[in-house]
């Protein structure tokens, strides 16, 4: 697409949901508490995060108390490219916006949203979707039926404005809307490049492993998610992606790998 006078990129890109998710639960409480648990907690520091940089600016901008106790469990990798932490941003300003009645509409929150994050806007929506702009242009893309998927993440972290930056202006021309809601889910996955793809390889090699280990182990469709390092392959049935799973894991004993489903709505 291209690099915006702002300093954002203008981005084109086909959002969808799978059934992997995190657990935020949060309540009024005497003081501000936050506990972070699950197989990715490691990686979130819990004095600066989305929902601390949300929490200071709901609180500045609304006049709201920061005596809340959050609880996170983090399912989701971390710095994977699959939008774990924009989902729980976006997830607690709905929060925040009920237990305080700030009653902001949805354009509302995903025009705040804006200021911590591209794609947290996505997340406001109930149905996967083209987004376009700087994220705040969003069409729903029409309903499919759920897609089995094997997900693979190195347990490596890689920053998205690093991966932006390494990328330069090597990008694919637009595509007009109208074009990519009528196209079948399938052939825009298999068609569509990850413009991020290379910048991503050229600081973690390992995402070029994974792709190629997928499409031996007999994938129809090998992608990154996002901004990397998270892969995902599509196959033909789930037999196929049940041996390739076992594959991976005895490969990358390391890595987490799971069985998901893309989803269209929530």
Do not use: W
Not at 227 to 234: K, N, R, Y
Not at 240 to 245: H, S
Not at 253 to 262: D, E, G, T
Request: proline residues 4%; charged residues 25%; neutral net charge.
């Amino acid at each position: 697409m291209g690099k915006r006078n702002d300093g954002f990129h203008d981005l084109e890109s086909l959002l969808a949901f799978t059934d992997l998710a995190d657990e935020l639960e949060v309540e009024k409480s005497n003081q501000f508490q936050i506990k972070i648990s699950g197989k990715f907690a490691e990686f979130v520091d819990p004095k600066n995060n989305l929902l601390t940089k949300t929490l200071d600016f709901f609180a500045t901008e609304f006049g709201i108390t920061k005596n809340l106790y959050i609880r996170l469990k983090k399912n989701i990798p971390v710095g994977g490219g699959l939008g774990g932490g924009s989902s729980d941003a976006a997830q607690f300003m709905k929060i925040l916006n009920k237990i305080f009645a700030l009653n902001l509409n949805k354009n509302e929150l995903q025009k705040i949203s804006l200021n911590f994050g591209s794609d947290i806007a996505f997340f406001f929506e109930d149905h996967a979707s083209i987004i376009k702009g700087r994220g705040e242009v969003i069409e729903n893309f029409p309903s499919f039926e759920p897609i089995p998927a094997l997900l693979v993440n190195p347990c490596v972290n890689l920053s998205t404005k690093e991966i932006f930056y390494k990328f330069g202006t090597s990008f694919s021309p637009e595509i007009p809307t109208q074009k990519l809601l009528q196209e079948n889910v399938f052939e825009l996955i298999k068609s569509l490049p990850n413009d991020l793809e290379k910048a991503a390889i050229s600081t973690s090699p390992i995402i070029s492993e994974i792709l190629d280990t997928l499409k031996k182990s007999g994938a129809d469709h090998a992608k990154m998610s996002g901004s990397g390092t998270t892969c995902f392959g599509i196959f033909a049935n789930e037999k196929k992606l049940d041996e390739a799973k076992k594959t991976l894991q005895q490969k990358f004993p390391r890595f987490f790998i799971k069985k998901i489903s893309i989803l269209s709505h929530v």
